[in-house]
C-alpha cells in the first residue's frame, strides 16, 4: 500500500521550514528508514517492503529502491507517486521465498530520487539483520537428506524460532536413542500445533527409547513437556528400556496443557517399582504445575510401576479435563492409572490387563476426583488387586461423578472400592470376582458422604468372598442402592458394618435397600466376556436418565433395561452336530479308533451337561454316547471325544450318524449329521532279519513284504530313518532295535530288528618301552585269541623280542571272527645322544626389534651325562650372523636354554635359523640340527594415553589413542586383557592403579604404554556431634583447605553459630576435591532441647511415599515442624499454630530424592530434632 499525502503535517511543516532555511538542504534527498517484514518472519514467499523517507525540502515524485537479501541483489523497485518534503511512503519491493532454519539479511537503499542525484547519500541505506524464520508445514526428521537429523535437533529449532502455522515433523524409521525437553514454542496455539508422527503412519517403525536408570542421573525422563502447549505425539514407539527403577517415559510439568498422544506404543521398563519413578506418563503434585487439558487415546501402553500418573496440586488447584480413552494398559506393576486432585476426568472405553502380582494393584485409583467425571465403558481383566478405586471423589447433585457400563473382572480384592466423597453414580456395572479370597469384594463402600447412588450393577463373586460390603452406614451416604444382580457362590452375601449377612432377604433387613435388587447367576459369556445370558435377569433393571445406551452402545430401554453394562436380549436353546472330525475319510484302520464329533451352540444361552449320539453302520455296527461337560457359549463350537473307541483294522465303509440330546432345543433339524467313511484296511506285518557286527561301525539289516517297508528308530512316532528291503544303521556302539513297517498307504504294526553289535577282542602290549643299545625289549598279545599277525615282521606267534627301534603292532582275532589291534613302540637309547630340540627365538610373528634374543633348547637324548657340548646358531634371510657356545654339563633327560645373543631385526621380514650341536661322543646325528623359518613383523607406534582422576572411590575412563583399537592389560607384559576399545572404564576403582595400552596385537611381544588411573581421597572435614549450648558457639572446619562454603553463605575457615540451626560447611581441597559435614546446633536462650521424653514419633521410617509425625501430649503451643536435607535446604515448613497436644501430621514424599532427611521439631517446649532415610 502506498500512502499519499495531500496535506503537511506540523512535524512535517516545521522540519521543511528548518530544511528550506538551510541552504544545503534546498536540494533533493530520499533514503530507507523501515524495512518490512521484521523479524521474525513466516517460512515461505513473502512480500518485502520498504518505507522511504523524504529528509530533503522539495516534493518527491520518483525514486528508485534497490534491495539485497543476504547479499545477493534482488530487482530493484521504481517508486511514483509523492512524497511530500518530512513525509514517507511504503514502496512494495517484490516478493521473497524465506526458508526454515536460515537467519536472513535484507539491506535497501534509494537512488536516483526525482530522475537526479541525491543530496545526501549518508541517510540513503539500511540494512535489517539476524531475521528469523519461523517454522511452518511439514518437515522431515532422521533417514537419508533429513531436514533434521533427530527429535532434539527439532526441538532446538522449535525454542529457537518458534511457529507461525501448524507444523508437522514426519520421523523417518528407526530406533533412536534420545532424551529431549520441550519448552514453550512461541506461536503454539490451538490452530498452530505441533506434530510429531512417524512418517509412514507405523507406531512400531519410529521408537524413541531411552535406557531406564539405577539411581536417576540423568534426569529421569525420555520427554520432558516443560510448559509445551498444543502438541501431538502421534503413531511413535515411546520407550524406556532395561530394568532400572528411574524410567518415566514422559514428564508433563510447569503447565503443560491441551496436548495429545494418541496412536502411540508406550513402553516403560519392566520392573516391581511401585511408586511413580518408572511411571510411563508423570504429573507432578508440585505447586509449580497445573497441567490440564491433556488427552491419552487409541494408545498401547506396556509395563512401567504405573501407567499414567496425574495430579493437580490440591483441592483448590486441579487438573481439569483429562481425557483418556481408547487405550489399552498392559502389566503395569502398581497401577494402569494413578491421579489426584482433578476436574472432569474422562476416563472411556480402555483395556486394562496385567499380570502383576503387587497386592496393592489396581487398575484405576481416583483420589479427589472432582465435579462431573466419566468413567464409562472400560474393561478390566486379568489383574489381582482393585479395579476401580475412588477416594474423596465429589460431583455436584445435578451433576454426579459416573462410573458407568463397566466390565471388571478381578480375582482377589475388590471390584469397585469408594472412599469417601459425594455424589457418585455407580451404575450399569458388571463386576466379577473370581478368586478364593474370602475377604474379596465385588464393591465396597466406606468412609462418609452423601448423594450415592448404586443401580443396576452385577455384583457377582464366583469365588468364596463377598458381593456386596458397606461400613459406616449411614454415614457412608449411599442414598440409593436397588435394582442390584448380587449374585454369589461363597457363604456370605455382604457384610453390613462389621456383620455377615448370607442371603439377600437378611442383607435387605440390614440396609434396608436394595428391595428390587436379585441373585441370579448372570451366564457371563465367559470368566473375563461379562455380555450376560441369563433369561431369568432379563429385563430386570430400571431407566436412569444418564445411562442411555450400553458399554457396546447399544441403546437401552427405555422402560426395562437390563442389570448391568451390557443391554442384551432372552435368547433360545438350539444345539447341533455340525462335523464329523474322526475319523476321517480313507483314514487307516486301528484296532482302538476314537470317534469325535464337533457340536455348536446356534441358540443364545450358554449350555452344558448335554448328551451327544453317534451310530455307526457298514463294516462295523454299534452306537457311541457322550456328555458334553464343558460351557459351550452362544455361536461357540467344540470337539466331543466319545469315550467308547471302536475296531477297524480290517477297513471298509463305515457309516456314521450323530446328533444332539437337549430337551429344550428349538430347532431340531440341526441336530444330526451323517456321512460315510473309507477306511483301509491295515497291512499284515513283514518278515525281518538282523545283523551282527564286531564293534562300532555300521550294520545291514533286511525285510520282506508284498507292500513297501520303511524303517524307524522307534516302536511308534519318529521320522522314516528309509524305505526298501535294506536297511544301513550307520554308525552305532551298541546293540540296537530298529523298526519296520509294512505300507499301503497305511502302516502295519511296527517289528523289532536287531543290530547286534559284538565286543573287540581285548589286546594290550603295554606302554613304550625303552631300552640302552644293544639291549633288546618283549611285547606279549596274550593267550586265548585264534589268531595273530605282527607288522613289522609277519610273526604269528603270542609274543616277539625285537632290539631295532620302531613301532610294533599285532593284530588278533577271536572266536567271533573279531579282530583288534595294539601298537607299542620300542625306543633305542644311546649312552650319549644331544641335540637341539627347539629354537625359541626368533619366533614366528615376534615383534620386530633392534634387539631380538637369538635362543634355542638343548637336550640330553642320551643316558649317560654330557660335558662341553658345543653349540652353533647360523642366522640367513633378513640378516646375516652366526653364534657359537659351548653347554658345560648337562644330566641324562635335562633340557637347557641357551640365549646366543642378538640380532636387529627391524623392519622385519623372514629370518631362518640353523641350530647344530657338534658333539663328538653322539653317535646319533640325526638330532643334533635343527631348521626354523620365522617372520618377524614391524612393531606399531606406542598408543598414546590420557590418564584420569576422580575424587573418591567410583567410575573413572581413561583412554589412549593409537592407529588401531587399543587393547588394555593389568601389567607392563603378559597379564589379563582387560578391555578392548579407546576408553577403558573402571566401575569402582578404590585405589590409584597404572594400567597398559597396547597398540593391537599385531606381534608376539608388543611395548606398552602405561596410563594413570589416580584417585584423590576426600578432604576429611568434621564439624563434631550435634550440640546444645547455651550462647554462640564458634564451629571450625579445619585448615588446609583451598575453599570453605557454609550454608550460611561465610567463606571463612570457621563461623559464629548464634541461633539455632543446621550448619554446613563444604570444603575444597588442593586437589580440586569437595567434602561436607553437617551439625545441628541448638541455642537453649529461652529454648531448651526436649531431651527427657520421646516427643516426636516418625513412622514409617526409612519411608518411600508418606511419613507420618506424632507429637506427644506433652508438646503444646505453636508448634514448627521443618523437613530439611543434610546441606540445610527446607522442603517441608509447617507451622501449626495454638497446639493443644497429640498433634498427628502425615506429608507426602513423592518429589524428594532419596537419601538422608532431618525432621526438627520447634516449640516452646524446645527443640527435638530426628533422622528420617528416605528410601
Request: aromatic fraction near 6%; hydrophobic fraction near 35%; charged fraction near 10%.
Amino acid at each position: 500500500m502506498r500512502n499519499n499525502f495531500t496535506k503537511l503535517s506540523l512535524p512535517g511543516f516545521l522540519l521543511a521550514c528548518i530544511l528550506l532555511s538551510h541552504p544545503a538542504f534546498s536540494q533533493t534527498d530520499a533514503g530507507v528508514t523501515v524495512i518490512l517484514p521484521s523479524s521474525p518472519v513466516c517460512a515461505g514467499t513473502q512480500t518485502v517492503q520498504a518505507i522511504v523517507q523524504n529528509y530533503g525540502a522539495v516534493d518527491i515524485t520518483s525514486v528508485n529502491v534497490g534491495w539485497e537479501v543476504n547479499g545477493v541483489a534482488q530487482t530493484s523497485a521504481s517508486y511514483s507517486g509523492l512524497i511530500s518534503a518530512g513525509n514517507s511512503d511504503t514502496v512494495t519491493l517484490g516478493n521473497f521465498n524465506f526458508s526454515s532454519f536460515l537467519s536472513y539479511s535484507i539491506r535497501a537503499y534509494t537512488s536516483n530520487p526525482n530522475g537526479g542525484a541525491d543530496a545526501n547519500n549518508a541517510n540513503d541505506t539500511l540494512t535489517e539483520s539476524g531475521i528469523v524464520v519461523r517454522l511452518n508445514g511439514t518437515y522431515t526428521i532422521g533417514g537419508t537428506s533429513p531436514d533434521f537429523a533427530n527429535v532434539p535437533n527439532a526441538v532446538a529449532a522449535l525454542h529457537s524460532s518458534g511457529i507461525c502455522g501448524p507444523v508437522v515433523f514426519n520421523i523417518r524409521a528407526g530406533v533412536d536413542t534420545i532424551q529431549t525437553v520441550i519448552n514453550a514454542i512461541t506461536g503454539a496455539s490451538s490452530t498452530n500445533t505441533i506434530t510429531f508422527q512417524s512418517e509412514n503412519g507405523d507406531s512400531s517403525s519410529v521408537v524413541l527409547v531411552y535406557a531406564s536408570s539405577p539411581d536417576g542421573v540423568p534426569p529421569n525422563y525420555l520427554i520432558r513437556l516443560n510448559g509445551a502447549d498444543h502438541l501431538i505425539f502421534r503413531k511413535l514407539t515411546l520407550m524406556r528400556s532395561g530394568i532400572e527403577p528411574y524410567a518415566r517415559v514422559i514428564e508433563f510439568t510447569n503447565h503443560a496443557t491441551f496436548n495429545t498422544i494418541t496412536n502411540c506404543r508406550l513402553v516403560g521398563a519392566v520392573n516391581t517399582v511401585t511408586n511413580s519413578l518408572s511411571a510411563i506418563i508423570y504429573s507432578t503434585t508440585s505447586s509449580a504445575t497445573n497441567d490440564s487439558m491433556n488427552t491419552f487415546t487409541n494408545n498401547r501402553i506396556e509395563n512401567g510401576s504405573l501407567g499414567i500418573y496425574m495430579n493437580g496440586n490440591g483441592p483448590s488447584s486441579l487438573e481439569s479435563d483429562l481425557v483418556i480413552s481408547n487405550n489399552t494398559f498392559v502389566n503395569q506393576y502398581s497401577k494402569a492409572m494413578q491421579m489426584s486432585n482433578l476436574a472432569n476426568v474422562q476416563i472411556i472405553n480402555n483395556q486394562i490387563s496385567s499380570s502383576s502380582t503387587y497386592l496393592g494393584y489396581a487398575a484405576m485409583s481416583l483420589a479427589v476426583s472432582q465435579r462431573s467425571q466419566m468413567i464409562a465403558r472400560n474393561k478390566i481383566s486379568g489383574i489381582t488387586g482393585s479395579g476401580i478405586y475412588l477416594e474423596d471423589c465429589s460431583g455436584f447433585n445435578s451433576v454426579p461423578g459416573i462410573v458407568a457400563n463397566n466390565f471388571i473382572q478381578v480375582s482377589d480384592s475388590v471390584g469397585i472400592s469408594l472412599a469417601g466423597g459425594n455424589y457418585q453414580d455407580i451404575v450399569h456395572n458388571s463386576v466379577h470376582i473370581t478368586g478364593s479370597s474370602a475377604s474379596s469384594r465385588a464393591f465396597t463402600a466406606s468412609g462418609i458422604g452423601t448423594g450415592k447412588i448404586v443401580k443396576n450393577n452385577i455384583f457377582a463373586n464366583t469365588g468364596t468372598g463377598y458381593c456386596y460390603v458397606i461400613s459406616n452406614h449411614p454415614t457412608s451416604g449411599i442414598d440409593s442402592s436397588n435394582f442390584n444382580n448380587l449374585y454369589h457362590v461363597g457363604t456370605n452375601l455382604g457384610n453390613y458394618n462389621g456383620t455377615n449377612r448370607t442371603s439377600l432377604a437378611q442383607w435387605r433387613s440390614s440396609f434396608q435397600k436394595d428391595s428390587n435388587s436379585v441373585s441370579i447367576n448372570p451366564q457371563f459369556i465367559s470368566t473375563t466376556d461379562l455380555h450376560a445370558t441369563s433369561i431369568a435377569m432379563d429385563n430386570l433393571g430400571n431407566p436412569l436418565a444418564n445411562v442411555t445406551t450400553d458399554i457396546d452402545g447399544q441403546t437401552r430401554s427405555l422402560s426395562t433395561p437390563d442389570i448391568g453394562a451390557d443391554e442384551y436380549s432372552g435368547v433360545s436353546r438350539d444345539l447341533g452336530v455340525t462335523a464329523v472330525l474322526a475319523p476321517l475319510n480313507n483314514a487307516c484302520g486301528e484296532n482302538n479308533m476314537e470317534v469325535k464329533v464337533i457340536v455348536t451352540n446356534f441358540g443364545g444361552a450358554v449350555e452344558t451337561g448335554f448328551n451327544v449320539t453317534c451310530e455307526l453302520s457298514g463294516t462295523l455296527s454299534t452306537t457311541l454316547n457322550g456328555t458334553f461337560s464343558g460351557n459351550l457359549n452362544p455361536g461357540a463350537n467344540d470337539t466331543l471325544t466319545f469315550a467308547t473307541t471302536v475296531n477297524t483294522s480290517a477297513g471298509g465303509t463305515l457309516n456314521l450318524k450323530s446328533y444332539t440330546n437337549l430337551a429344550f432345543d428349538v430347532n431340531n433339524t440341526n441336530d444330526t449329521i451323517s456321512v460315510s467313511r473309507n477306511i483301509i484296511g491295515i497291512p499284515a506285518m513283514p518278515v525281518v532279519m538282523g545283523d551282527s557286527i564286531c564293534g562300532p561301525g555300521s550294520a545291514n539289516l533286511s525285510a520282506s513284504s508284498s507292500d513297501t517297508l520303511r524303517w524307524f528308530a522307534g516302536p511308534s512316532g519318529g521320522s522314516v530313518l528309509g524305505t526298501g528291503s535294506s536297511f544301513n544303521t550307520g554308525n552305532i556302539s551298541s546293540t540296537t532295535n530298529f523298526y519296520v513297517s509294512a505300507h499301503n498307504g497305511c502302516p502295519s504294526a511296527r517289528v523289532a530288528v536287531v543290530a547286534t553289535v559284538l565286543p573287540l577282542p581285548v589286546v594290550n602290549l603295554g606302554n613304550d618301552v625303552t631300552v640302552v643299545s644293544p639291549n633288546s625289549a618283549t611285547f606279549n598279545a596274550g593267550v586265548g585269541f585264534s589268531s595273530y599277525l605282527w607288522s613289522p615282521g609277519g610273526q604269528t606267534t603270542p609274543s616277539i623280542n625285537v632290539n631295532v627301534q620302531d613301532c610294533y603292532t599285532v593284530t588278533v582275532t577271536d572266536a567271533n571272527n573279531c579282530s583288534n589291534s595294539d601298537t607299542a613302540c620300542l625306543f633305542v637309547v644311546q649312552p650319549t645322544d644331544v641335540g637341539v630340540s627347539t629354537v625359541l627365538s626368533p619366533a614366528n610373528n615376534d615383534c620386530a626389534k633392534t634387539s631380538t634374543i637369538v635362543s634355542v633348547v638343548v637336550r640330553n637324548h642320551g643316558t649317560d651325562p654330557a660335558i662341553g657340548i658345543p653349540v652353533t646358531v647360523n642366522i640367513s634371510g633378513l640378516v646375516t650372523a652366526s653364534f657359537m657356545d659351548t653347554v658345560p654339563n648337562l644330566a641324562a633327560g635335562d633340557s637347557i636354554i641357551r640365549v646366543l645373543g642378538s640380532i636387529n631385526t627391524m623392519g622385519g621380514g623372514t629370518v631362518n635359523v640353523e641350530a647344530i650341536t657338534s658333539y663328538n661322543a653322539d653317535p646319533n646325528m640325526t638330532n643334533d640340527t635343527l631348521r626354523t623359518s620365522a617372520t618377524l613383523v614391524t612393531e606399531p607406534a606406542l598408543p598414546v594415553g590420557l590418564g584420569g582422576s576422580r575424587c573418591g572411590s567410583g567410575a573413572i575412563a581413561i583412554s589412549a589413542v593409537a592407529s588401531a583399537t587399543i587393547q588394555w592389560y593389568d601389567a607392563p607384559s603378559g597379564g589379563n586383557l582387560l578391555f578392548t576399545g579407546n576408553t577403558l572404564t573402571i566401575p569402582n576403582l578404590t585405589a590409584s592403579t597404572t594400567f597398559y595400552a597396547q597398540n593391537g596385537n599385531t606381534c608376539n611381544n608388543q611395548n606398552r604404554t602405561p596410563v594413570d588411573a589416580t584417585i584423590h581421597p576426600l578432604p576429611s572435614v568434621n564439624l563434631g556431634n550435634d550440640t546444645i549450648v547455651t550462647g554462640p558457639i564458634t564451629l571450625d572446619a579445619g585448615a588446609g583447605f583451598t575453599s570453605y562454603n557454609w550454608s550460611t553463605g561465610a567463606t571463612t575457615q570457621t563461623i559464629v553459630a548464634g541461633v539455632s540451626d543446621t550448619y554446613i560447611v563444604t570444603v575444597q581441597d588442593a586437589n580440586g576435591c569437595f567434602n561436607s559435614d553437617t551439625i545441628v546446633v541448638t541455642i537453649s536462650v529461652g529454648l531448651n532441647e526436649i531431651s527427657n521424653i520421646q516427643v516426636m514419633a516418625v513412622y514409617p521410617n526409612p519411608a518411600e511415599n508418606e511419613v507420618f509425625i506424632e507429637i506427644s501430649n506433652a508438646v503444646k503451643g505453636n508448634v514448627q515442624i521443618k523437613v530439611m536435607d543434610m546441606n540445610g535446604k527446607i522442603y517441608i515448613f509447617d507451622d501449626a499454630s495454638d497446639n493443644k497436644g497429640n498433634l498427628r501430621r502425615n506429608y507426602q514424599l513423592g518429589n524428594l530424592a532419596k537419601g538422608i532427611y532431618l525432621i526438627q521439631l520447634i516449640s516452646e517446649s524446645g527443640v527435638s530434632v530426628s533422622k528420617l532415610v528416605l528410601q
